[in-house]
Structures are given as structure tokens and as C-alpha cells.
């Protein structure tokens, strides 16, 4: 259910007696933002394709195909949706720097659902 304006007004004014300069409130109909962003590069995030079981790395190596921190450059493969035998690879959208990974190593995911984040400048 979304914010009515009174709960919003409540919030803001919350907001203004502490020393939080900035606040964003995600729920599954909206997402709330009070005050001035902090200065940060953007971020982008990378989401599956397709269901299936997603991988930092390939099978065969031990190594994360992109490591936390790792710059690349856009269309560089960061890591691996398994599909049953069938391994596709995920493509970095953006040049960026890998800032995390939102989903697990080996974790079920679904359409859509968000697997790394960039940061880009």
C-alpha cells in the first residue's frame, strides 16, 4: 500500500529532527526519497535474463569471473547463469567497477532479479 500524504508528512517531519540528511524508503508499491542524495558515482544494476542458477564463475575455475573492486569494460562477461547443462554468460552493461554482488554464488534466481552492482563514474 503507498504512503498516504499525512505518513509522508510524518516522515519528513521525523526526518528534520535528526541529523539524517538523507533517506530513501523502499517498499513494493514506491520508493521514498527525503533530503539531498550524497555525492556518489551512479550505480547500475545488472538483472537476470532468465531463471536458472547464478554462478560468479565459471565451473571449471575457482576464480569470480569479475572480482569485487575489478574494473570492466562494458560487454566483458562477470559471470554465469546455468540453465540445467546449458551456461550462459552475463555481460556487464556498463563500464564500471563491480561494487557488489547481490546475489549468491550458486543462488536460484529468477527474471529479473538484480545479480551485480556497478558503480560507474
Not at 24 to 41: I, Q
Not at 45 to 69: D, E, K
Amino acid at each position: 500500500m503507498k504512503k498516504t500524504d499525512a505518513q509522508r508528512e510524518d516522515i519528513a517531519r521525523w526526518l528534520a529532527a535528526t541529523d539524517i540528511g538523507y533517506f530513501e524508503l523502499h517498499t513494493p508499491f514506491e520508493t521514498l526519497r527525503f533530503g539531498a542524495p550524497p555525492d556518489r558515482p551512479a550505480a547500475t544494476t545488472l538483472r537476470a535474463a532468465s531463471v536458472g542458477v547464478f554462478r560468479h564463475a565459471h565451473p571449471l575455475h575457482a576464480a569470480p569471473l569479475a572480482p569485487i573492486g575489478a574494473p570492466v569494460p562494458a560487454g566483458q562477461a562477470v559471470g554465469v547463469l546455468q540453465i540445467g547443462p546449458l551456461l550462459l554468460p552475463v555481460f556487464a552493461p556498463v563500464a564500471g567497477q563491480v561494487a557488489r554482488w547481490l546475489a549468491d554464488d550458486g543462488a536460484a534466481v529468477g527474471f529479473g532479479a538484480a545479480l551485480i552492482e556497478f558503480q560507474t563514474n
